[in-house]
């Protein structure tokens, strides 16, 4: 089954920093672009950083350029988001995604088609 498992999130104050991690199983994520995205409860979802199959582009909204930062390391089939200087505007569910084979690394969520479940960030200020 493929699947792409995110780990990380939690409860952390303004200021502060999270790792989150998203693995791969059933598939090598190796040749595709992995995505983070994010989404609060009635709004829709924001591409926060993308990173290409082999690492070599990556790409952030503006609202995180400077604080998260994205990297992968395909011998363990993972994507990890660092998320420093963390404010309650980033309080969502992250996801994570990836797209087919050899496609490049957008943050548009139509360019995705595995996702995984999602893990709760909370910012509290």
């Known amino acids: 089954q493929l699947q792409l498992v995110e780990s990380g999130g939690g409860l952390v104050q303004s ?10 199983s059933g598939f090598s994520l190796a040749y595709n672009a992995i995505g983070w995205f994010r989404q609060v409860p009635g709004k829709e979802r924001e591409g926060v950083s ?4 082999w690492g070599t582009t990556t790409n952030y909204a503006d609202s995180v350029k400077g604080r998260f930062t994205i990297s992968r390391d ?6 990890d988001l660092e998320m420093n200087s963390l404010r309650p505007e980033d309080t969502a569910i992250y996801y994570c995604a990836a797209t087919q084979p050899w496609k490049f690394c957008g943050l548009h969520q139509d ?9 709760q960030v909370t910012v509290s200020s």
């Open 15 to 24: 200021g502060g920093s999270l790792r989150l991690s998203c693995v791969a």
């Open 50 to 53: 993308c990173i290409s199959p």
């Open 74 to 79: 395909n011998d363990k089939n993972a994507v």
């Open 111 to 119: 360019e995705y088609d595995k996702w995984g479940q999602g893990t």
